[in-house]
């Protein structure tokens, strides 16, 4: 099996585990996965398909600018360039953008503050913060309409190998070394934010709290 079916298939997995979790509403979410570093090229969802359905036609091929790499009719996600953004500064293998309820509401409650934060939650581990003290920082962008403003005020957060951003009202976007290291980032923060918002339910003054 050549390295590309390798990734195609590793990236078909982790779009049917998120299918089954109904993480693709709408068509929406978008996923990539590293193929090669020289010349950087990496295989992504085509963009607006019903991406709970498995076909030969899921991904595309794209270089380093977010080009299709020989003649295809399909066109890649209208948000690779924030894919591009990734793999141009970090050494990660995986990307993937999702659109859930529970992560559109904590973008927009946390919104004006830039970010949201957690501290003393088990699950800050799987971004490798380990100290009892580490605080989790997830930072909010403005959903631009225009993709290219939107991944640059998104490459503005890209720093490690792995991380998150919550682009507010829209979705969020993790990437990791490979596949499952990003699908941990991404099933983390689902589960902080999900916690984040049954908690408010029951303190809502945690609204408030300064981590
Ligand atoms: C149909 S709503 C979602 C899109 O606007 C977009 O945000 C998205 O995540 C999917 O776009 P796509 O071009 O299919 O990758
Ligand atoms: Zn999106």
């Not at 036609?57 to 794209?62: H, K, P, Q, R, T």
Request: hydrophobic share 40%.
């Amino acid at each position: 099996m050549s390295l590309l079916e390798k990734r195609w298939n590793e990236l078909a997995d982790v779009k049917d585990e998120l299918a089954e979790r109904d993480w693709f509403m709408g068509t929406s979410g978008n996923l990539a996965i590293k193929v090669s570093d020289n010349p950087l090229q990496f295989l992504v969802t085509a963009s607006g398909k019903d991406k709970r359905k498995r076909t030969d036609e899921d991904f595309l091929l794209v270089d380093e600018f977010g080009r299709p790499v020989g003649d295809t009719h399909l066109k890649p996600s209208a948000e690779t360039l924030l894919h591009v953004e990734i793999y141009r500064r970090t050494n990660a293998g995986c990307s993937l953008h999702v659109h859930t309820i529970d992560n559109n509401i904590v973008s927009e409650i946390y919104g004006d503050q830039g970010e949201v934060k957690f501290k003393g939650q088990e699950l800050i581990k799987a971004f490798n913060k380990w100290d009892e003290d580490a605080v989790l920082k997830i930072p909010i962008i403005h959903n631009y309409a225009h993709i290219p403003t939107l991944a640059k005020a998104f490459s503005e957060h890209i720093s490690e190998d792995s991380g998150a951003v919550l682009i507010r009202n829209h979705g969020i976007t993790v990437w990791g070394k490979d596949a499952f290291e990003a699908k941990k980032v991404l099933e983390a923060s689902e589960f902080l934010f999900r916690y984040q918002l049954r908690l408010l339910e029951h303190k809502p003054y945690q609204l408030f709290k300064v981590v």
